[in-house]
């Protein structure tokens, strides 16, 4: 044979190196996956990987045993549809690891809501909102007078007081027995 | 705070989505623009060999080997892009041929075993008697056995240069370089598709784009030739006119007429393919401006205001117009042939650039703008890889490896019968 | 040399060049037939009218889905847009008008919720807009469309995104080499790369969540209803009927990428 082909020979060797490795290199399961070559070539094991990230955020049903009284209480109220884990953080780990959970009482926590957009296209214009920086003192929180459970307005205003009805301890978390409630 | 791969570089204005970044920077300008260089390169040394240009004989020679040691050199932006390097080698394994990029792998992989081919079967004669003369030399040392193992592999175990044998090179070489011209053309157009076929970025997608990817990529690797050219011309008269026999150089009078005979045909089809390219390139503004659809006012915005400078100051006038007219001017010598090669190079530079900065200096909103602020000095590896820094690395490593490359093959002083 | 020479080496080198590559089994086609989905299909719908920009789906989503909280990134966010009386764009100070005839923003992609007038149009740029101004306003919930014909998994040189039999695009993580041709292919932004894993990342729909058949986590946290998840291929799935019966629309169905998030009274000045 000529010698001209040699550059041939050693081209081959080494696509023959390439394949051998890639024999030993790629997990035998990747394949075409149910999505057909173009949108589900890949490593099947893969999936399990991501089925088994760990669940952070339980519901609320999650909270219905323990903290039953909290969980009626503002079933009556506007605030009934805001998920506890909202304002209350994952339940992952709670109460296991985590024996209380950090209570979010910062005022741009109820702002995300409540700060006024006249959004005429948005469920957002209709919900009663004030203007941050002049509604009562910017530098106070929302709970010193509003009940997060029980934003209850009329009550409120009928009490005349400045700072009437309700009181939670800053960073306080809320206890089993629901101290955060207060009638 | 966690370093977020972009945003170190990326100014954002107005309405841009929240997970938008100048992904692509500059080592993806690199990209292009070094397998452009490749496939000009190899595209320049292949009019000698195939299509038997006879005065491009010193020329084909010296863009056939720095074709070479260009090769590896289009692959490092590649990896110094890579947010996963290691895992490069995935693209040979699990080829997912849908992708444009997937055959990158092995287009690159032929194509470079066809160069490399292409080298052994011009060079096939010096190995051997090199390794012949290493062989009988009873005292060669460390570096002399080195040499001696590396020549000896070099032959491939062929020792036969008989006149048949050498004929039979020649036959191979021209077969080669015939193949070596649609793959170096596949490989480089083959870049233009992984930009053209990208249907989310309204300015990449085109199905120009691998053409004058192609034209433009011969227009920036002859305009290298030439440089390179003349800049080892140039030292080599200087070698000889200080009359350094030893080395058994050709008189300084030669190599001048050589020079500018080889500089003048050179930019002949520099200029044509330039031609071709800009044509495309126009076609491809007026038609997005005619038919103006939806992302026409955004890239309005991006062509004639903000990259405006960029494009037709740098790119159009600086890089293309000029060089231009300087090769057209009459009596052109090696010293314009050389600035206007070297602004040629530039446009070349700046038209990869506006494409790959240029598609993402606007949002896929149609309402924002991005900006890529180019990293001088690296505070972390993102910023090194894709800053100033890896871009130099990347355009200082051909002529490195070039200096290892000549030693195996020289390029000037070898006269074979190529 | 002859054109017949030519032409003869080289169908022989391709002949020959074809050989192996029909050895190297990419494509089986016996798995192309196998069982071709379920009877699951996940898609979303989400209501624009509903969405009041709270954001507390995009915090959940970061905590859950174990993104950075800080980081500029996310799977999910919300856009506001507002458009003005006259139609024009409201920019600051002496900028040149770029003609877009909305404002929109999304700062941190809405993870604290919109709690200012004030737009965002740049870094620390600000322009605020009067109501008396404003001819229409809302908010656009955003996540990964998990497309029919994902344009992200297509250009995927290695096969280290793909989409499952139900329909969700996943990335696999020990597998992406981080070309970022994915983040370019797709044309609503949501991809990115992770600051940790150094890989592609994007919305999965919370596959760890769906397949244990929970919500996902930003639905699970809305208040309003305005996110939902359902079973395309389930007829009594609520979602399905809404996208069956309802008028929904899709985001830049221009692509051909089939997406697969629906919304609710969308605008045609959404992005």
Not at chain 1, 78 to 100: F, L, Q, S, T, V
Not at chain 3, 85 to 104: L, Y
Not at chain 3, 228 to 239: A, H, T
């Amino acid at each position: 044979m000529s010698h001209v082909w040699r550059p041939l020979f050693v081209a081959l060797a080494l696509v023959a190196g390439i394949l051998i490795f890639r024999a030993f290199y790629v997990p035998k399961e990747f394949g075409i996956g149910e999505a057909g070559y173009m949108y589900g070539w890949h490593n099947p094991n893969n999936e399990q990987y991501w089925k088994d990230i760990k669940v952070k955020f339980q519901g609320s049903a999650y909270c219905k045993d323990c903290h039953s009284k909290n969980f009626t209480y503002i079933r009556n109220t506007p605030h009934a549809i805001i998920p506890c884990e909202d304002c209350h953080g994952p339940g992952m780990d709670h109460p296991g690891k985590i024996a209380k959970l950090p209570i979010d009482i910062n005022r741009l926590l109820c702002l995300r809501c409540h700060a006024i957009l006249k959004y005429p296209n948005s469920d957002r214009g209709k919900i009663r909102g004030i203007n941050p920086a002049t509604h009562q003192d910017p530098n106070v929180e929302c709970v010193t007078c509003h009940d997060p459970h029980n934003p209850n307005l009329g009550a409120l205003k009928k009490s005349g007081q400045r700072f009437p009805t309700y009181k939670l301890e800053a960073g306080a978390p809320e206890g089993k027995s629901a101290g955060g409630a207060k009638k | 705070m966690m370093e977020i791969h972009g945003e170190a570089w990326t100014l954002k204005e107005f309405f841009c989505y929240p997970n938008e970044y100048i992904y692509w920077s500059i080592q993806i300008v690199m990209y292009p623009f070094m397998t452009g260089l490749v496939a000009g390169a190899f595209v320049l040394s292949s009019l000698y060999h195939v299509f038997g240009v006879k005065q491009l004989k010193d020329i084909a020679r010296f863009s056939l080997v720095f074709s070479f040691a260009l090769l590896p050199v289009a692959m490092m932006p590649l990896m110094l892009h890579l947010q996963q390097p290691l895992r490069g080698i995935h693209v040979m394994m699990t080829p997912h041929f849908t992708s444009a990029i997937a055959a990158f792998g092995i287009v690159f992989s032929t194509y470079g075993m066809i160069v490399a081919s292409e080298l052994w079967f011009v060079y096939r004669p010096h190995f051997v008697a090199t390794a012949l003369e290493l062989k009988d030399d009873t005292n060669r040392g460390l570096i002399g056995n080195f040499r001696y193992l590396l020549f000896s592999a070099l032959t491939l175990g062929c020792y036969d240069v008989s006149e048949h044998a050498l004929e039979k090179d020649e036959k191979a070489v021209s077969k080669l370089a015939g193949i070596g011209i649609p793959v170096a053309c596949f490989l480089h157009g083959y870049a233009g598709f992984i930009f053209g076929s990208v249907k989310a970025n309204a300015l990449w997608m085109t199905p120009l784009m691998p053409v004058i990817f192609i034209c433009s990529a011969v227009v920036s690797g002859i305009s290298l030739c030439i440089i390179t050219y003349i800049v080892t011309m140039e030292i080599r008269k200087i070698l000889s006119k200080m009359g350094n026999k030893a080395k058994d150089l050709p008189s300084y009078e030669e190599l001048q007429s050589a020079e500018i005979e080889e500089v003048q045909l050179t930019s002949k089809y520099l200029v044509g393919f330039l031609l071709a390219a800009i044509t495309l390139e126009l076609l491809d503004l007026i038609f997005r401006g005619y038919t103006a659809v939806k992302s026409w006012d955004i890239l309005r915005e991006v062509i004639y205001q903000r990259d405006f400078y960029k494009i037709f100051v740098m790119q159009y006038g600086l890089g293309n117009l000029l060089p231009f007219i300087l090769f057209k001017l009459p009596g052109l010598t090696v010293r314009r042939a050389a600035l206007a090669s070297s602004l040629m190079l530039f446009g070349v530079f700046m038209m990869r650039w506006n494409v790959v900065i240029g598609g993402q200096a606007f949002s896929a909103s149609y309402a924002g703008f991005m900006d890529y602020v180019i990293p001088i000095i690296p505070t972390s590896l993102d910023t090194f890889k894709e800053g100033l820094m890896g871009a130099l690395s990347v355009i200082i490593t051909p002529y490195v490896l070039f200096y290892f490359i000549n030693k195996v093959m020289p390029v000037f002083k070898y006269k074979g019968s190529h | 040399m002859e054109r017949r020479d030519f032409l003869k080496q080289t169908i022989t080198i391709i002949a020959g060049a074809a050989i192996p590559a029909s050895a190297l089994e990419f494509i089986n086609p016996k798995s192309l037939f196998a069982a071709n989905g379920g009877n699951t299909r996940w898609v979303f719908l989400a209501d624009t009218q509903k969405c009041v920009g709270c954001g507390f789906c995009v915090k959940a989503c970061k905590l859950e889905n174990e993104v950075p909280y800080d980081a500029d990134i996310t799977r999910t966010w919300v856009e506001r847009y507002v458009i003005c009386k006259d139609g024009k764009m409201r920019v600051e100070g002496n900028m040149s008008n770029p003609g877009f005839g909305i404002n929109a923003d999304s700062p941190k992609g809405g993870r604290d919720g919109f709690t200012t007038a004030k737009i965002e149009v740049g870094a620390d740029k600000h322009v605020e807009i009067k109501d008396e101004d404003i001819s229409k306003a809302f908010f656009v919930p955003k996540l990964c469309n998990q497309c029919d014909n994902p344009p992200c998994v297509q250009v995927c040189p290695v096969g280290a995104t793909y989409k499952t039999g139900d329909g969700v695009v996943l990335v696999d993580r020990s597998w992406c080499i981080g070309c970022g041709y994915c983040v370019m292919g797709c044309p609503y932004g949501v991809r990115f790369f992770h600051p940790v894993y150094k890989v592609a990342e994007k919305c999965n729909f919370c596959y760890h969540r769906i397949s244990k058949g929970m919500k996902t986590a930003c639905v699970q946290s809305c208040p309003f209803g305005a996110r939902q998840i359902g079973n395309l291929k389930d007829p009594n799935d609520p979602v399905t009927k809404v996208i069956m019966t309802g008028r929904v629309g899709v985001l830049k169905s221009e692509y051909g990428t089939k997406p697969q998030v629906y919304y609710l009274a969308l605008d045609r000045e959404v992005r």
